[in-house]
């Protein structure tokens, strides 16, 4: 558990409870979660929040792919697993050999996947997705009248066990009288096809809610919703939530390498592009764009050091930065906060700042940055990715 302090994350392991627990409250206890633990779990390390997370009884994990769903089983993840999307057709035999879901894109990747299950001679776990008007994937209703017999047939496939139908909503995290209608509208043609497979008794979960859903529409909760970024701590539209007391997970950090004073007229960073307005007290500090804090910032963000928040000059290097530290003593090894935790700096003046959602920074600290993780306000374990 070796910490470097040169750029780290820490994660506060008992925020993520909190929030699961937030969860857990809006959907009561017979709905299940589905935890989306995709990309890393946003960036905030997926073993360390997939077990945590099944400790306090998420009963399924969503990921983008294949890699991710192993990943999870070496972690030692037990629970169902469903990947959200599209695993290559010469990957089946590791879909069934690691216990992974696969979702049934349309119909003919539905086909193709249920042929080579049945050449390698065995039965695939799947969920079926339907299009209902966010045009990424999805079984759609071609106004042929086939999509609900399509769906029914796949049902009895000897190759393909369905156990669950979803879709997912296009714009439930947006407030407008427009967003809600269309939510609404795709909930609406959701239902039509579950009711069916309802009527016919098939015994399928039922989910289309993300973050936003599962927080503005409790009655689309069906049997199962799958939030992500609320788990982390953050809302998914950006703003706070009055239904849900979240609190962030990740805090960035980095400390400061060197101080030094900067004459009145001279130049910090590549290009140029900042001259010492007066004699200035400048930080550098090793955290840069490959660690994932973009450069777009680069004479535009602030950072937090010694109860002060500290402008950063000149552009950002890959590697590096520069803080304007005239009005803080701050020292070599002083830790340096970019957003989170108990820092003023909320992730989302980060996103704003560079025309983006909280979304993109958390999954963007890259895995040059250490996972410190918390619990009690302890370090109880470091991750670092490039060992
Ligand atoms: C990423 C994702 C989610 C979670 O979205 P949040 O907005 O983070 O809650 C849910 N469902 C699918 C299909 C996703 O791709």
Not at 238 to 261: C, D, N, Q, R
Request: glycine share 8%.
């Amino acid at each position: 558990m070796y910490q470097l302090k040169r750029a780290w994350a820490e994660i506060d392991l008992d925020a993520v409870e909190h929030n699961y627990r937030e969860v857990r409250r809006l959907t009561g206890d017979k709905v299940k979660i589905m935890a989306v633990v995709k990309a890393n779990a946003y960036g905030h390390g997926s073993s360390q929040v997939s077990r945590l997370l099944e400790s306090c009884g998420a009963d399924f994990f969503g990921v983008s792919n294949l890699m991710e769903g192993i990943s999870l089983r070496r972690a030692g993840v037990e629970k169902p697993v469903l990947i959200l999307g599209y695993t290559p057709l010469d990957s089946v035999r590791r879909l069934y050999e690691f216990d992974l879901i696969q979702t049934l894109l349309d119909r003919d990747y539905a086909r193709l996947l249920a042929e080579a299950a049945a050449r390698e001679g065995f039965t695939l776990n799947t969920h079926i997705k339907l299009d209902t008007g966010m045009n990424r994937i999805g079984f759609r209703d071609e106004g042929d009248g086939e999509l609900i017999s399509e769906v029914s047939r796949l049902c009895y496939h000897p190759n393909l066990k369905v156990s669950g139908i979803f879709t997912h909503f296009a714009a439930a995290d947006e407030e407008t009288p427009q967003a809600e209608a269309f939510t609404r509208a795709q909930h609406g043609r959701f239902m039509e096809v579950c009711r069916v497979l309802e009527e016919n008794a098939y015994s399928l979960d039922i989910h289309c809610c993300n973050s936003a859903a599962t927080v503005f529409y409790p009655e689309f909760h069906h049997s199962m919703v799958r939030p992500g970024i609320i788990l982390y701590g953050c809302s998914p539209t950006g703003k706070p939530l009055k239904e849900i007391s979240l609190k962030p997970a990740m805090k960035l950090m980095s400390a400061v390498e060197l101080v030094k004073t900067v004459k009145k007229g001279e130049k910090i960073s590549y290009g140029c592009t900042f001259e010492a307005p007066r004699d200035m007290r400048v930080a550098s500090v090793p955290i840069g764009y490959a660690d994932g804090y973009p450069r777009s910032l680069s004479n535009r963000g602030f950072a937090f050091a010694r109860d002060k928040i500290l402008p950063i000059v000149g552009r950002i290097c890959m590697d590096q930065l520069m803080l304007d530290a005239s009005e803080a003593n701050v020292k070599p090894g002083d830790p340096v906060a970019f957003f989170g935790g108990d820092s003023p700096i909320e992730i989302e003046t980060v996103a704003e700042l560079t025309n983006t959602i909280n979304y993109e920074i958390m999954c963007g600290v890259s895995r040059r940055v250490q996972r410190v993780y918390l619990r009690g306000g302890q370090i109880c374990e470091v991750e670092d990715y490039t060992l």
